[in-house]
């Protein structure tokens, strides 16, 4: 039930209005001055103030400076005597939602009240979704423990405060754009908006029309203004994925912007000022294409002053099971079985080891969401994964890297002595852990460390 403040020095006005509100279901608490009406609101969780211009002490205008200060998200209607409308456009100008003239009609009144009442709720539910919007993006809810990636979270701590552009580097599905939106969300433009492009999604003169907008008229189809994701960044953060494929008249035209601030839209000629912050990422070594003559070395340059460089799974495979974890905890809710996933077994799991990851987090992400599907029971087996996942699995392990004359027992020894120092790694050099990864006893696990002088 919705909580509405009656705010008026006579007494006769507070007793009708709650009549009224609470005939329509309202609950309602009065206060007869400025002062008073503030007290409740620290005391109560009130909805909606409506409260009268003209009081002694603290009139309606200083009162609603005060609520729009605390209480920012609180609506107010300002009731008001016939001869007083310029103090009631000042109050609107204040932030007031609305003004109602004394003596008012209570059916108008309530519109009023609904009308408010719907601003508020939705301006409530904003601010809920955007704190668990950037409590997603806090930097460290992205999963990694390994060095590598607390490395990147070092550096997305110190950039954040700054508006400083960045340059993402990493292969497909290493998170580049969950970075981005990480810098964005603890950065002072957290409140702004966060737009992203995809660089390689869009025909060059297509492409153009997105960054940049066009005028009406501008090309056939044109047949009203747009606006471009520049723009509609402004003031917030503008993520540019696959900046590589840029093509080499777009390169010099977002050299321009990244060094004016300012750009066109296409078939304009009015200049167009932003302050944006500018995100880049590429799964390319962008110095390697300048030194091939595929990228603008000066466009490097303005875009690489913070360098981030997002490591693939395969090289933190220490993450992989926190990944794991952190994706069947995710599709979880998405699941119709009566049993619950908590875990892979034991053999799932040293697949998930041996495998290169070549999708990375994306693709563990896609294998254990489908695993989840398929999987009647509470532990993902291998029967539950994807086949084509398995067929990549089981290609994966071979042998032509071996030399052709190789000792055997010296190969099989050096492979065993490589898995077992993979196994204490991805297990914290917890041994039973790794032992269970190995598919060894722990007394044997013992015996290899000795072998292999891994015990020291």
């Known amino acids: 039930m919705d909580t509405i403040l009656i ?3 006579e007494k006769n006005y507070t007793l009708i209005l709650s009549a009224v509100l609470q005939d329509e279901g ?3 608490l009065t206060a007869n001055s400025g002062q008073e009406a503030l007290e409740t609101l620290a005391e109560f969780d009130v909805n909606l103030v409506i409260t009268d211009m003209k009081m002694p002490v603290m009139d309606g205008i200083e009162l609603l400076r005060h609520i729009k200060e605390k209480y920012p998200t609180v609506p107010v209607i300002m009731m008001t ?15 007031a939602f609305n003004y109602i003239t004394k003596p008012f009609d209570n059916a108008r009144l309530v519109i009023y009240v609904n009308k408010a009442l719907e601003m508020h709720h939705m301006a409530q539910e904003n601010t809920r979704l955007r704190s668990e919007v950037e409590a997603r993006f806090r930097f460290d809810n992205i999963i990694g423990k390994s060095k590598a990636m607390q490395d990147v979270f070092q550096i997305i701590r110190k950039v954040a405060p700054s508006a400083a552009t960045v340059l993402i580097e990493g292969a497909n599905g290493t998170g580049k754009e969950l970075v981005a939106q990480s810098i964005h969300y603890n950065s002072p433009r957290r409140d702004k908006p966060f737009i992203a492009a995809n660089c390689a999604a869009f025909a060059e003169t297509l492409l153009e029309s ?16 747009k606006k471009g994701r520049f723009e509609l960044a402004d003031q917030g953060t503008l993520f540019l994925d696959e900046i590589g494929e840029l093509s080499a008249s777009l390169q010099v035209k977002l050299l321009r912007v990244l060094q004016e601030r300012s750009f066109e839209r296409v078939g304009g000629t009015k ?15 962008l110095k390697e294409e300048v030194a091939r003559g595929n990228f ?20 933190r495979p220490e993450d992989i099971r926190p990944l794991m974890d952190h994706f069947i905890n995710k599709y979880a809710h998405e699941r119709r079985a009566s049993v619950p996933v908590t875990g892979v077994s034991e053999e799932v799991e040293r697949l998930f080891f041996d495998y290169q990851w070549p999708g990375n987090v994306r693709e563990l992400e896609n294998v254990i969401e489908r695993a989840m599907i398929m999987c009647p029971g509470n532990t993902i087996q291998v029967s539950d994964l994807p086949k084509e996942f398995k067929d990549n699995v089981y290609n994966s392990l071979h042998i032509t890297g071996i030399p052709a004359d190789a ?12 898995m077992i120092e ?15 990864l190995l598919g060894i006893g722990k007394s044997g696990l013992n015996q290899k460390l000795k072998k292999y002088k891994l015990d020291e």
Do not use: W
């Not at 200049?271 to 070594?285: C, E, F, G, L």
């Not at 490097?300 to 981030?308: A, D, T």
């Open 296 to 315: 603008r070395e000066d466009l490097f340059y303005r875009l690489n002053v913070i360098h981030i460089v997002l490591p693939s799974l395969r090289e």
């Open 7 to 9: 705010v008026d020095d």
């Open 422 to 436: 993979r196994a204490l790694k991805i297990s914290d050099n917890v041994q039973a852990h790794a032992a269970a």
């Open 407 to 418: 000792n055997l027992y010296d190969t099989l020894a050096m492979v065993e002595k490589k």
């Open 26 to 28: 309202f609950e309602t």
């Open 271 to 285: 200049s167009i000022s932003v302050d944006i912050r500018i995100i880049a990422a590429t799964n390319k070594i």
């Open 81 to 95: 005597a016939y001869g007083t409308v310029e103090k009631a456009v000042e109050a609107m100008q204040l932030g």
């Open 210 to 225: 997105e960054l940049f907008g066009h005028e009406k008229g501008a090309f056939t189809g044109a047949t009203a203004l």
